[in-house]
């Protein structure tokens, strides 16, 4: 269940505190397959399962920037921000992918508030260190600092 922030303050005391964890999602070959179309990046260890069998990975894995969009995917199963005006999405830092993510594996999305700064404008940014773990795996498939900036409505 996603944690619901309605103002700035709330935000604020939410720092350092985790957002739980989402559902597992499995990563399926299909899924692989259209954002290699999307993408263009067809390489082997990724829509190849025949060939990546014998590859460095035991078989095909998702690409680290499908991965990546996941974050889009749980993020807000994480967590949801109310009385906006306006949301929107001002990037990432410190992207990593620690480990691969095999097709057929099992993975979820995990948060935490890391930092929350005012703005000139009222708004506030939001900085979401969100983690895709691997069922099974020590590491992480991908580790990013997701950074959101908010401009709440008006208390009437």
């Not at 263009?40 to 920037?65: E, L, S």
């Not at 995990?110 to 795996?137: D, H, K, L, P």
């Amino acid at each position: 269940m996603h944690k619901v922030f309605a103002s700035a303050s709330a935000l604020e005391a939410a720092v350092g505190q985790s957002l739980g964890s989402t559902d597992w999602l499995v990563i399926e070959q299909e899924r692989v397959n259209q954002f290699a179309e999307a993408t263009g990046d067809h390489q082997w260890i990724h829509v190849d399962p025949q060939r990546a069998k014998t590859g460095p990975f035991g078989g095909t894995i998702a690409h680290g920037y499908l991965t990546l969009a996941l974050v889009n995917y749980f993020l807000p199963q994480l967590m949801q921000v109310e009385n906006l005006q306006m949301g929107v999405n001002y990037g990432c830092d410190r992207v990593r992918f620690p480990s691969p993510v095999k097709v057929g594996a099992r993975v979820r999305g995990t948060g935490e508030i890391t930092g929350v700064e005012a703005m000139a404008n009222g708004a506030v940014q939001v900085v979401v260190r969100v983690s895709i773990e691997v069922e099974g795996s020590e590491r992480p498939g991908c580790v990013v600092d997701t950074i959101s900036r908010y401009t709440f409505n008006s208390a009437v």
